[in-house]
């Protein structure tokens, strides 16, 4: 995998650019902690960051460019109908401490042969290695990536994972949902999934269930 940090459009200014072998391509925002765009084929074109920081944020250089969730990846929620925290959002050089529901992010390290990045942070007691795996190739009929999430740590009650949010979500056959007209998407490991709409947009969240201090969540997102 190459890895790439810099400012990337749609990431953020603490944006981790992996391009994996086989032409499947990702940006983590190491300041909301979440995957925030998913591409094809070229990776990234680094030109405008050659001198210095560069001026600016670059854009992926591939296709098929899909954007994650916004805001951070969990938050736990009085019921399934309570509004996203957004107040969990953090901005730029924010420091908000982990006891108060901040996130702080802890790197990420490399694994097999591939050198697969696994991204780590905790927040609220728990630590997560978050590990997105390519399935398929740019080219092939199932290209897709298997995102595992492990946490650990003290159970935290009412604990949800947004999987997706989008202007519109269905849900498909097979425990699958089709999000948007790009991907489809199943997550697997956690509660009964809920589809609700929520601020003019339709989203996607999970459930948290904890056994022995631990939770695990797969997630598999796939171009149509």
Do not use: C
Not at 203 to 219: D, H, I
Request: aromatic share 10%.
């Amino acid at each position: 995998a190459r890895i790439y940090r810099n400012f990337i459009q749609g990431a953020g200014p603490r944006a981790i650019g992996v391009g994996y072998p086989g032409g499947l391509n990702l940006a983590f925002d190491a300041n909301n902690m979440r995957i925030a765009l998913l591409w094809l084929g070229d990776f990234i074109d680094a030109a405008r960051h050659w001198n210095g920081r560069g001026q600016g944020f670059q854009p992926p250089a591939g296709e098929s460019v899909v954007a994650g969730a916004p805001g951070v990846p969990f938050a736990t929620l009085e019921s399934p109908e309570t509004p996203w925290a957004d107040d969990l959002v953090r901005k730029d050089n924010e420091q908000q401490p982990p006891e108060d529901g901040g996130y702080v992010f802890e790197g990420y390290r490399l694994h097999g042969e591939q050198r697969i990045p696994a991204f780590r942070y905790r927040f609220s007691g728990l630590r997560v290695e978050d590990t997105p795996t390519p399935r398929g190739s740019s080219e092939s009929a199932d290209t897709a990536f298997v995102r595992t999430m492990v946490l650990s740590g003290e159970e935290v009650a009412n604990l949800y994972f947004r999987a997706a949010v989008a202007d519109q979500i269905e849900q498909a056959d097979g425990g699958a949902y089709l999000v948007g007209q790009d991907l489809v998407m199943r997550v697997e490991g956690g509660g009964t999934p809920v589809l609700r709409e929520s601020g003019g947009k339709s989203e996607l969240l999970v459930p948290v269930e904890f056994s022995a201090g631990k939770a695990t969540l797969v997630q598999t997102i796939q171009w149509q």
